[in-house]
């Protein structure tokens, strides 16, 4: 009789006792891609849930914040009402406007790194220029330069963590002959410290978010202005208006709001949401409903879409003053949604100024003086500023090296692709935050970083404590979301006939791939449960015969009843019996 699978012999030669309590975590270092906001929050999410780690994150700029350190143009500002746009364990009450300005969300970030003792683990000025996987070793290896001082050195990671972010790659627009302008040419997520532009003749180019919020704070400053766009876009009254008119869940607490007509709090408000917490986490709480509950808007046929589109499109005509050319030109055919939605204050009435004068026609070249359209005309300018976006292909700056190849190639090759875009087929132990058909445009980023970096966090908790040393989504299993993201897209608006960065590609029928398929709740009960089916594992010494996966189970004793500050009675709590 064969007693290999029994307690005889042979099993006692082939199988020893891991001589650790179960639970023991294995040391492991993590290597974090960009000191953003999720990447600020990934620090405090696995210092408050692993032990027996090195984490280093791995910043490019020399202040944290990502995208709020780096876009500092006139206007810029939040398009999610602040105190939704924060961390849910760091509440600030004392936010000066119902929409933060750029500088005051990177002086919140910054605060908590500093006050947290977060700096120790970000290294500023550092940027990673390439990964590789080491299948046998189970690690990556990185390749890392110190921006101070040009020095490139080699660095290793048991997990690589991306938090670099989708709006991060900044790209000047293609028309031939751009680098050939004699004036100031300028980038929004660039914008020069400093930079005068007043008595100026200027062009902006672009009428996504950034180009919508530039235009009206430099249109009185400057002698001449001329917008550039391609395509209309829809353009909503103020956030909270909105949410006043549409009488959703909000509408209550937003009406005992004391603000000003620029939308600051007034100091007594502050005072009220910094001593009343109650009322403080009820404003919370309706604000989040309503702006969740924003998705039957997008979903095409439905009432609320016809709704909402007849009531912008209202709005924009009244705005711009029935005006029909200005009307034809600037409100969409497309349904709302199609195009990142943004608040628009100043915008529509900007363009109706004496100074302002809409182009609709396409640029053909930039020449020495300015720009030549296609008609053969040139329009002679002092400055061009350039709000023409980011590139979104998902291709990262840099190679990662993985199962697969270089995942820059894939991204450009393929529709990209990715397992609830957190993680890649064929880069073990590779996460990333907002990577292809994540919820960008599902309201605060914040909070939805927070349920990644949870995911992220459990899974590098299970490696570490099972005795895993890599873990992938298994191409079948990516593929499958993939065919699901296909056919539910063209469900939504987002898939409608419109130019928008959230597709694939330039042209309006592109795959839609920088959105989540369903609404901001449903991004966050899709994250609730880790389907371990859908990964594929290697385990550590998987050759030695004398492992298994149960060799993680230990010597009988759990870390649980050794550690004396743990509650060894859990299972007879209130709430034990909770799923």
């Known amino acids: 009789m064969d007693d290999t699978n029994g307690y005889g012999a042979a099993a006692k030669a082939s199988y020893a006792i891991r001589e650790e309590p179960l639970g023991t975590p294995k040391h492991v270092r993590i290597v974090g891609i960009g000191a953003g906001a999720s990447g600020i929050n990934l620090i405090?999410?696995?210092?408050?849930?692993?032990?027996?780690?090195?984490?280093?994150?791995?910043?490019?700029?020399?202040?944290?914040?990502?995208?709020?350190?780096?876009?500092?143009?006139p206007g810029c500002r939040c398009d999610v009402p602040s105190h939704n746009y924060q961390f849910s364990w760091r509440p600030n009450p004392e936010w000066s406007n119902f929409l933060s300005p750029a500088p005051e969300i990177q002086e919140y970030l910054s605060r908590i790194c500093e006050e947290e003792h977060m700096m120790d683990t970000i290294k500023l000025r550092h940027k990673v220029n390439g990964a590789w996987w080491d299948e046998k070793r189970g690690l990556w290896d990185l390749s890392v330069q110190n921006l101070e001082t040009g020095e490139e050195f080699k660095d290793y990671a048991n997990f690589l963590v991306d938090a670099s972010g989708i709006l991060n790659n900044w790209k000047w627009p293609e028309y031939p002959g751009?680098?050939?302008?004699?004036?100031?040419?300028?980038?929004?997520?660039?914008?020069?410290?400093?930079?005068?532009?007043?008595?100026?003749?200027?062009?902006?180019?672009?009428?996504?978010?950034?180009?919508?919020?530039?235009?009206?704070?430099?249109?009185?400053?400057?002698?001449?202005?001329?917008?550039?766009?391609?395509?209309?876009?829809?353009i909503i009254p103020p956030?909270?208006?909105?949410?006043?008119?549409?009488?959703?869940?909000?509408?209550?607490?937003?009406?005992?709001?004391?603000?000003?007509?620029?939308?600051?709090?007034?100091?007594?408000?502050?005072?009220?949401?910094?001593?009343?917490?109650a009322f403080y986490q009820k404003f919370v709480k309706a604000i989040e409903r309503d702006i969740g509950g924003a998705f039957p808007i997008l979903v095409?046929?439905?009432?609320?879409?016809?709704?909402?589109?007849?009531k912008a499109a209202m709005t924009m005509t009244r705005l711009l003053g029935g005006d029909k050319k200005l009307c034809e030109a600037l409100i969409p055919k497309f349904p709302l949604g199609c195009r990142r939605v943004t608040p628009g204050p100043g915008y529509l009435e900007a363009l109706q100024t004496p100074n302002t004068e809409l182009v609709m026609e396409g640029i053909a070249r930039v020449v020495p003086e300015g720009i030549q359209l296609e008609s053969g005309k040139v329009i002679k300018l002092d400055a061009i500023m350039c709000a023409t976006g980011f590139d979104n292909s998902f291709a990262p700056p840099f190679p990662i090296v993985g199962r697969h190849g270089n995942v820059q190639?894939?991204?450009?090759?393929?529709?990209?692709?990715?397992?609830?875009?957190?993680?890649?087929?064929?880069?073990?132990?590779?996460?990333?935050?907002?990577?292809?058909?994540?919820?960008?445009?599902?309201?605060?980023?914040?909070?939805?970083?927070?349920?990644?970096?949870?995911?992220?966090?459990?899974?590098?908790?299970?490696?570490?404590?099972?005795?895993?040393?890599?873990?992938?989504?298994?191409?079948?299993?990516?593929?499958d979301y993939a065919r699901h993201v296909a056919a539910f897209m063209p469900r939504t608006s987002w898939s409608g006939s419109c130019r928008s960065?959230?597709?694939?590609?330039?042209?309006?029928?592109?795959?839609?791939?920088?959105?989540?398929?369903?609404?901001?709740?449903?991004?966050?009960h899709m994250l609730d449960r880790f389907r371990g089916e859908d990964w594929e594992y290697v385990l550590d010494d998987d050759e030695n015969p004398g492992r298994n996966r149960f060799y993680y189970l230990g010597n009988g004793f759990s870390t649980k009843e050794l550690d004396p500050k743990v509650n060894v009675t859990w299972y007879l709590d209130e709430d034990a019996d909770r799923l």
């Open 409 to 479: 190639d894939t991204m450009k090759a393929e529709t990209p692709k990715s397992y609830m875009s957190l993680a890649l087929a064929g880069l073990p132990n590779y996460f990333t935050f907002m990577g292809p058909n994540a919820p960008i445009g599902h309201g605060s980023v914040f909070t939805l970083g927070e349920h990644v970096a949870r995911y992220i966090t459990r899974l590098m908790i299970k490696c570490q404590t099972e005795g895993i040393k890599a873990v992938a989504p298994s191409d079948a299993a990516v593929d």
């Open 501 to 524: 960065w959230f597709k694939s590609g330039d042209g309006e029928g592109g795959a839609v791939t920088a959105l989540h398929p369903g609404s901001r709740f449903h991004f966050f």
């Open 178 to 234: 751009i680098k050939s302008f004699k004036g100031d040419l300028v980038h929004t997520a660039s914008w020069p410290k400093d930079f005068d532009y007043s008595n100026k003749t200027v062009a902006v180019i672009g009428n996504g978010a950034s180009g919508i919020q530039l235009l009206p704070a430099i249109q009185p400053d400057v002698k001449k202005l001329y917008h550039f766009i391609r395509t209309p876009t829809w």
């Open 300 to 310: 095409n046929g439905s009432p609320a879409q016809a709704d909402v589109n007849a």
């Open 239 to 277: 956030r909270r208006i909105t949410m006043l008119l549409m009488g959703g869940p909000a509408k209550e607490v937003l009406e005992d709001l004391g603000l000003d007509e620029d939308e600051n709090f007034s100091q007594e408000q502050i005072e009220r949401f910094k001593t009343d917490p």
């Open 44 to 73: 405090r999410t696995i210092r408050k849930n692993m032990v027996n780690y090195e984490h280093v994150v791995y910043e490019k700029n020399e202040k944290v914040g990502g995208t709020w350190f780096e876009n500092r143009y």
